[in-house]
């Protein structure tokens, strides 16, 4: 009798175990759900991307906050060309100039068309730092001339 109380026991204990295992993966569904939810009803950020170094390369940049830790970044560029794209702490676009220092690549834009594809990319840092801090997306020919900025965004609008 003994030996059957005590498998019965350790029966219930891992049920209990294993129940509170699937409440923990439901809970993580969910707030993954949450999350994804809230990101579809976020607000873009909308930043222009100006022209350097007699370029004539415009766009613009969104930021899309995925959550409260990750951000969608959208870069258009309408006339479309093989760029190279980075995000990087700058205090203005004029820094952009002179420095090629790449905190986080950008997805690459290769088409050199009218319709030109957007590069998107996630980066982990919370929209809140890229709008409050000093934050610059850089653009550069990536095939030739790679030392000047060929148009520049900067995240807070020079706050």
């Known amino acids: 009798m003994r030996i059957t109380t005590s498998?019965?026991?350790?029966?219930?204990?891992?049920?209990?175990?294993?129940?509170?295992?699937?409440?923990?993966?439901?809970?993580?569904?969910?707030?993954?759900?949450?999350a994804q939810e809230a990101s579809a009803h976020a607000q873009a950020v909308n930043v222009g991307l100006i022209a350097r170094n007699g370029s004539g390369t415009t766009g613009?940049?969104?930021?899309?906050?995925?959550?409260?830790?990750?951000?969608?970044?959208?870069v258009r560029i309408p006339k479309g060309?093989?760029?190279?794209?980075?995000?990087?702490?700058s205090a203005d676009c004029y820094d952009s100039v002179t420095r090629a220092r790449v905190l986080v690549a950008l997805t690459p834009l290769n088409n050199a068309g009218v319709n030109a594809p957007t590069s998107e990319t996630i980066v982990n840092l919370p929209i809140t730092q890229l709008q409050t801090q000093n934050y610059v997306v850089d653009v550069r020919n990536a095939t030739n001339q790679q030392t000047f900025a060929e148009a520049c965004a900067h995240l807070n609008g020079g706050r």
């Open 7 to 34: 498998i019965t026991t350790g029966l219930v204990a891992l049920a209990l175990c294993a129940g509170t295992g699937l409440a923990q993966t439901a809970t993580g569904a969910q707030a993954d759900r949450a």
């Open 81 to 89: 060309g093989t760029h190279r794209l980075a995000l990087y702490r």
């Open 60 to 74: 613009s940049v969104s930021l899309i906050p995925i959550g409260s830790t990750r951000t969608r970044i959208i």
